[in-house]
Nanobody
Framework: QVHLMESGGGTVQTGGSLRLSCAIS????????MAWFRQAPGKDREAVAA????????????YYADSVKGRFAISQETPGPTVYLQMNSLQLEDTGTYYC?????????????????WGQGTQVTVSS
């Protein structure tokens, strides 16, 4: 069974930065889609970014929500079974619980139902 665990959340001032990590354990294969979602109180869970391929496949690509494009970056640049989300120029609207998700290729990356493995979430709070 694949398990995901997020870390790196915290409280920052507007304009600050955080880097979230998603550690992947258990059996994995090379055909997967990794994504970050976030959810604020009273709001629906929304897709933030996704990545496919990288070190485990012959191709790679990324997707970003318009609201974070140019500020956030998803990557697998560090050795090990970890996916990162670098968050810069944080705004109040970025506050929420951030979840790491993993699923098969072929689904719509923005839809939570695409993913069959989820982490427990890590809290990000942006204050003025």
């Amino acid at each position: 069974q694949v398990h995901l665990m997020e870390s790196g959340g915290g409280t920052v001032q507007t304009g600050g930065s955080l880097r979230l990590s998603c550690a992947i354990s258990g059996h994995t294969d090379s055909n997967y889609l990794m994504a970050w979602f976030r959810q604020a109180p009273g709001k629906d869970r929304e897709a933030v970014a996704a990545i496919y391929g990288g070190r485990y496949t012959g191709g790679t690509g990324t997707y970003y929500a318009d609201s974070v494009k140019g500020r956030f970056a998803i990557s697998q640049e560090t050795p090990g079974p970890t996916v990162y989300l670098q968050m810069n120029s944080l705004q109040l609207e970025d506050t929420g619980t951030y979840y790491c998700a993993r699923g098969p290729l072929g689904g719509a990356w923005r839809l939570p139902d695409t993913y069959d493995n989820w982490g427990q979430g890590t809290q990000v709070t942006v204050s003025s």
